[in-house]
């Protein structure tokens, strides 16, 4: 099944054994790397998700802001200095870009999202964050989840009934849209049910 990762969905992190003497010393976070859509679109796109949630019957509010995951990782406290550096070197060498969000597809039987035109922008930004897998992995813990085909989630954690409802409505609708991307967000929690929490916020060179 296509994830849009390399591993497994980002949106989850499953509970992982970290190996290493330096991993034991520091206290865990989970990390994530999204971009946020801004402005009129961002407005839109929460309205498309709460539209989905009272034509299906969710209950209760929208819980994420609309946004592309970039990449997931643990990592000990200790070592959030050091990446906040690495990751801003990696994106003060790269250009804002343009991102065209063009109609729906589905996860099945859980998750329906907006496609991302044209990935590359994304890929070659996970090629060059692979310098913080390798740290990562060097400290102990476990590998980075990082994009290869980066997607917007409208509905995630569906049962496979709304899933099956809904799926045949939103392949024929249509949706195309576009937004520049100039920052990168990296957001921390302690948990899986932990709100996430801003840490930096990393600026492209202007395009």
Known sequence: MNTGLVRSPISIFP?????????ERSRRAEYLLVVYPAG??????LDEQQQFSQDYGLTGPVRN?????????????????????WIERICSRN??????????????????????????????????LKTIDD?????????????????????GSLTEQVYSRAMPDYSRKDFHDSFRVSELV??????????????????????
Not at 17 to 22: C, K, L, M, P, Q
Not at 40 to 45: A, G, M, T
Not at 95 to 116: A, E, M, Q, W
């Open 95 to 128: 250009k804002s870009f343009d991102v065209t969000l063009n109609n729906y597809s589905g996860f099945p039987p859980h998750t329906i999202y907006l496609r991302v035109q044209d990935p590359g922008p994304f890929r070659e930004l996970a090629r060059q």
């Open 15 to 23: 509970p992982q054994t970290v190996s290493g003497e330096r991993a």
């Open 40 to 45: 009129e679109l961002r407005d839109k796109l």
């Open 65 to 85: 802001k609309p946004h592309i995951t970039i990449g997931s990782f643990q990592a000990g406290e200790a070592m959030e200095d050091t990446l906040i550096r």
């Open 186 to 207: 990296l957001l921390k929690r302690e948990h899986a049910f932990d709100a996430c929490k801003t840490v930096n916020i990393f600026h492209f060179v202007p395009g």
């Open 135 to 155: 740290f990562i992995r060097s400290s102990g813990w476990p590998p980075a989840e990082l994009i290869s085909s980066p997607y917007l989630s409208i509905a």
